[in-house]
């Protein structure tokens, strides 16, 4: 009875050690796939581990945007990340939202490479967007400048009142009439505004101010046009703007 005893222990210890190595296997067996599959991108989507050139899109109305500016700062602080091209397609939007956005990538430019590309729209704190960049690309069609501010404000007497910084800023549109005090009040505000923006052109387009104003009356410009004006640096897609940062 011992011996078969010390039989049935051995038969159960080697029944042990099987099931430890082959699970031992398996698990060894997966973690080699998900190397393979980790060093050759297949992850890539979930975690962008080489260096890479990061998009960040900006559409739509321009407001101040913490998430937005949150993201920008770890652009930034992220080494894998070697220049940024920010995807414009926006027709404007609040002046705090505008300038914080300016703010941002202004910094971001201090430590990469960013390049402003433009789709069919970059317009008044769009285009405010695009001159923080170090460069600007936009197609031939495409539509930017409109620099400017403006106020709209609701009047018994007409369906809107509005001032503005340039006779075509906010054009076409209907108003009535506007007490003097109000209109100086609100137009000084509007000035304020509209020269830190028009300082803003020129610091980064290399323009002189005097010309600057001269564009700066709320007209929009097609991408060639806003080239021969100095506002933009080259016409084109992604293609110019890779070219651009290689």
């Not at 031939?140 to 409109?146: F, M, R």
């Not at 400017?148 to 809107?160: A, T």
């Not at 080239?227 to 890779?242: P, Q, V």
């Amino acid at each position: 009875m011992a011996l078969d005893a010390d039989a049935l222990v051995d038969r159960r210890r080697l029944r042990r050690k099987v099931v430890f190595w082959r699970a031992f296997a398996f698990l060894l067996a997966i973690a080699a796939i998900g190397g393979m599959l980790a060093w050759s991108g297949a992850f890539g989507s979930l975690d962008r581990r080489g260096a890479h050139i990061a998009r960040l899109p900006v559409g739509g109305l321009i407001v101040d945007d913490r998430d937005r500016v949150k993201l920008i700062e770890e652009l930034a602080e992220n080494e894998r990340v070697k220049a940024v091209i920010v995807d414009l397609n926006s027709p404007g939007g609040t002046t705090v939202g505008g300038e914080t956005l300016y703010m941002a990538l202004r910094e971001l430019a201090e430590k990469k490479p960013v390049v402003a590309q433009v789709g069919t729209l970059a317009a008044s704190a769009g285009y405010m967007t695009a001159i923080a960049s170090d460069h600007i690309v936009a197609r031939h069609t495409s539509i930017t400048g409109s620099i400017g501010v403006y106020i709209q404000y609701g009047n018994f007497g007409g369906l809107l009142d509005t001032l503005r910084s340039g006779p075509l800023k906010a054009e076409p549109n209907f108003h009535s009439d506007t007490p003097p005090a109000v209109r100086d009040n609100l137009q000084a505000l509007i000035n304020d505004s509209y020269e830190w923006f028009v300082a803003r052109v020129a610091e980064r387009r290399g323009l002189d101010t005097d010309a600057v104003r001269a564009v700066a009356q709320g007209g929009v410009y097609s991408g060639e046009a806003a080239r021969d004006l100095g506002l933009i640096d080259d016409l084109g897609g992604e293609e110019a703007s890779l070219k651009w940062l290689e």
